[in-house]
C-alpha cells in the first residue's frame, strides 16, 4: 500500500481539483480522502462518500461503467431556483408570480421527468415540450393544472389536437408560434373541435448571448418571429375575434448565458415587444424568458464559455429588475415569470463514474546497461545526449535529440537501421525527454520551445467507458466538464494524465480540464496500484449527455444507478436500471441475436468437421459466443472460468 504522503492534505487535492469552486456546495473531499456528496444546501453536516456508494453497487453486481444520479440535489435545484424568485419577487415589490418550466429535451429520462413533477407540484413547476413524443410524455406526468406547459417546436395536426383537448381538461397549455404559417392550422383545428387555444409568439430577438450556443439568438437565428410577422400574426388573430388568444411572449437567448449582461440586455429588448403587444389590446399576461440559466462547469465564476458570472439570487434579482424596469415605466401590470431552466436544474445531479483498467506510463522505460559495439553511430550520439544532459543544457540536448530522432527515421527507411535498433533508438529519445521534464519542474520560467514536453510525456489512463456514448458534448463541441479521482485524494497524484475510453478511436479521450488558469491539458493522477481498483468521476453531466450518445463501437448504456440519501448520513439505491447487453446494442442496428447464435454454431460445427476444433472446444466456443451476447458491452475485468 503507497504511504501517505505528509506534505499533502485533501485541502490541496480540493485546489487542485477546484471541486468547492465547480462543485455549488454539493460536492467536497472528506478527511479520508474520498469525494463525498452534500445534496442538502442547508444541512453540510449530511454527506455520503462515492466510494462507499461504487462499493455498494458492485455488491448488488453492477459493474463499471455507472452513471449514478443523487435524486436529493435535483429537488434542491428546483427549490433553490424557486426560493430565489420568491425573495427577489418579494424583496423588490413585483406584483407577477413565477413558474418555472424543465425542458424535457435536456434529459428525457422517465426517472427525470417523475422526479421534477413530484418535486415541482409546490411550486406548479410545468414542463417545457418541442415535439410529439415529448407532449404525450408531458400529459402522461404532469397532474398540476397550475403549472405551465410550454409547447414548441413545429407542430402538426395531432400536435395541436392533442394539445386542445389538453386546454380543455384544464392544462395550460401554450402553443407557441414558431413561425407564422402554424397559425392557420390552428384556426382549422380549434373551430374544428371547438376548443380555444392559449397561444404565444416566439420572438426573434437581436440581442446575442455568449457561450457555444450564441446563434441560438441574433437575428439569423432559425427559430422565432420577427418582429413584423408579430404584429401581423397579432392582427390575424384580432380578425379572426381571438386576440384574447395571445396570452405569452416568449424568446430564447441561447443555452449555457455565461454574462448575466446579456441575460438582462435581451430581457430589456423582450420587455418592449411584450408592452407594445399589451399596447396594441393583446390579453398577455405571461412572459416566457427562456433558457439560458449557466452552469459553472469550471468554478472560475467568470464569463468563460464554461462557466458564469452569475449566482441564483443575482440572475433572479436582474430578471425581476429588468422587466419591472420597462413595464412600470409603461404602466403595464406585472406578468407571470416563466424560464425554461433545464441545465442548471439537472446538471448537478448525475456523476459518471469508471475504472481504469490500464495505463501506459512513458517514464518507465529501461534502457540496456551497456550498448552494443556494432551500435550505429546516431544511437550512440543519442545516448550521449542523454549522458551528459544537465539543467545548464536542457535546450541543446532538446534540439539533439529532435535531429537524431529525424535521422533514425531516415535510415529505418532506407533500409540502414534495424527493427531492434530503431526501438532502442526511440527509447533513448524518450528517455531524454523525460530526463528534460525532470529538470523543466525546477524552473519558473519555461522556454517557450519546451512548454509542451510535459504535454508529451503525460501518461495515458484507459478509462472504462465511451466518450461518443457518455460524454457527447465533450468530443462534438469541445465542452468542458469537471473531472477527477473519487478516491486517494489524501495522497499526492505524481502523475500527468490523460484519459483514453475504450473505443478504439482517436477522438475517444479527455484531454481538456479544468485548471486554475483556464483548460489544461493534462490532468494530475495518482499512480495506478496493483490489484487495487481506481475511480474516476465525471461530474455535472446531467444535461443533454444521457441523449445524445451514440453507439460508437456498439458501446451501449451504461449502467444507471440512483440513490437517495437520508437526512442521517444513510442513502438507499432506489433505482436501477441495467445497461444494454451486447444483444440488445446489435438489435438496435438491425441484428437479430437468436440467428446470429444459430449460424456461428453451423461455423463452429463445419470446424469440427474440418478437424480445426474438438466437439468439447465447440461447446466451449459456442458458450462464450452466448454469454457475450447477455453480457454488458464495456470492459470485463472479472476472471470467469466457463
Keep these: 500500500m503507497q504511504k501517505k504522503t505528509e506534505k499533502w492534505s485533501v485541502k490541496d487535492s480540493a485546489e487542485l481539483y477546484r471541486i468547492r469552486e465547480w462543485g455549488a456546495g454539493y460536492f467536497d473531499i472528506s478527511e479520508s480522502g474520498d469525494v463525498v456528496v452534500t445534496p442538502f444546501l442547508n444541512d453540510k453536516k449530511v454527506s455520503v462518500s462515492l466510494l462507499d456508494v461504487i462499493s455498494g453497487i458492485k455488491v448488488r453486481g453492477y459493474d463499471m461503467p455507472v452513471l449514478l444520479r443523487i435524486e436529493d440535489i435535483l429537488d434542491s435545484q428546483v427549490i433553490q431556483l424557486h426560493e430565489s424568485f420568491r425573495a427577489a419577487i418579494a424583496g423588490l415589490g413585483y406584483k407577477g408570480e413565477f413558474k418555472g418550466v424543465f425542458p424535457i429535451k435536456v434529459n428525457p429520462k422517465k426517472a427525470v421527468i417523475d422526479a421534477i413533477t413530484c418535486i415541482g407540484k409546490e411550486y406548479h413547476h410545468g414542463l417545457e415540450v418541442g415535439s410529439k413524443a415529448e407532449l404525450i410524455a408531458a400529459l402522461s406526468f404532469l397532474k398540476d393544472k397550475e403549472a405551465c406547459l410550454i409547447c414548441n417546436g413545429y407542430k402538426d395536426r395531432e400536435f395541436i389536437e392533442l394539445g386542445l383537448f389538453a386546454c380543455k381538461m384544464g392544462y395550460k397549455c401554450f402553443f407557441v408560434l414558431e413561425m407564422p404559417s402554424e397559425l392557420d392550422l390552428i384556426f382549422k383545428c380549434s373551430r374544428t373541435l371547438d376548443i380555444r387555444p392559449l397561444l404565444g409568439v416566439r420572438l426573434k430577438i437581436s440581442t446575442k448571448g455568449g457561450g457555444h450556443w450564441t446563434d441560438s439568438g441574433g437575428d439569423n437565428s432559425l427559430f422565432g418571429l420577427t418582429v413584423f410577422q408579430i404584429v401581423e400574426v397579432f392582427e390575424r388573430l384580432k380578425e379572426a375575434g381571438m386576440q384574447d388568444c395571445l396570452q405569452m411572449l416568449h424568446y430564447h437567448l441561447g443555452s449555457q448565458i455565461p454574462n448575466i449582461r446579456d441575460i438582462r440586455s435581451s430581457i430589456q429588448e423582450a420587455s418592449r415587444v411584450y408592452a407594445g403587444l399589451v399596447k396594441e389590446g393583446a390579453v398577455m399576461g405571461y412572459f416566457d424568458l427562456g433558457g439560458g440559466f449557466a452552469v459553472d462547469y469550471d468554478g472560475s465564476n467568470t464569463s468563460d464559455t464554461n462557466s458564469r458570472n452569475y449566482n441564483f439570487d443575482e440572475y433572479c434579482v436582474d430578471i425581476i429588475e429588468a422587466v419591472m424596469e420597462v413595464l412600470d415605466h409603461e404602466e403595464i401590470s406585472h406578468p407571470t415569470i416563466i424560464t425554461e431552466s433545464g441545465r442548471v436544474t439537472v446538471a448537478y445531479y448525475s456523476v459518471l463514474l469508471f475504472n481504469i483498467f490500464d495505463t501506459s506510463n512513458v517514464d518507465q522505460i529501461s534502457l540496456p546497461d551497456k550498448l552494443e559495439k556494432e551500435t550505429p553511430d546516431v544511437i550512440m550520439n543519442m545516448m550521449e545526449a542523454l549522458e551528459t544532459l544537465n539543467m545548464e543544457n536542457i535546450q541543446e540536448c532538446y534540439n539533439d535529440a529532435l535531429y537524431y530522432k529525424e535521422q533514425v ?64 458534448d465533450f468530443w462534438a463541441i469541445d465542452h468542458i466538464f469537471p473531472v477527477m479521482p473519487v478516491h486517494r485524494l489524501n495522497e499526492k497524484p505524481s502523475k500527468n494524465g490523460i484519459i483514453a475510453d475504450i473505443t478504439c478511436d482517436c477522438d475517444g479521450k479527455i484531454d481538456r480540464f479544468i485548471d486554475r488558469h483556464g483548460v489544461s491539458k493534462k490532468l494530475k493522477l495518482h499512480e495506478v496500484l496493483k490489484n487495487q481498483d481506481y475511480y474516476i468521476g465525471v461530474f455535472l453531466v446531467g444535461a443533454y449527455q444521457e441523449t445524445l450518445g451514440d453507439f460508437h463501437n456498439l458501446l451501449g448504456n451504461t449502467n444507471v444507478m440512483s440513490i437517495r440519501v437520508y437526512k442521517n448520513g444513510t442513502y438507499s439505491f432506489v433505482q436501477e436500471t441495467e445497461g444494454g447487453s451486447v444483444a440488445d446494442i446489435l438489435s438496435y442496428v438491425d441484428y437479430t441475436p437468436k440467428k446470429m447464435v444459430k449460424r456461428f454454431r453451423l461455423t463452429a460445427e463445419q470446424a469440427v468437421l474440418e478437424n480445426l476444433i474438438s466437439p468439447e472446444q465447440r461447446r466451449k466456443i459456442t458458450m462464450i459466443y452466448e454469454q457475450c451476447l447477455r453480457g454488458y458491452t464495456y470492459f470485463n475485468d472479472k476472471d470467469e472460468k466457463i
Excluded: E, H, V
Design 409 to 472: 527515421l531516415q535510415l529505418f527507411k532506407t533500409g540502414d537501421l534495424s527493427l531492434k535498433q530503431r526501438a532502442l533508438a526511440d527509447k533513448i529519445f524518450w528517455c531524454i525527454l523525460c530526463g528534460i521534464g525532470d529538470y523543466l519542474k525546477k524552473l519558473a520560467d519555461i522556454p517557450k520551445s519546451l512548454k509542451d514536453i510535459d504535454i508529451a510525456l503525460c501518461d495515458t489512463y484507459y478509462g472504462n467507458f465511451s466518450i461518443f456514448q457518455s460524454l457527447p
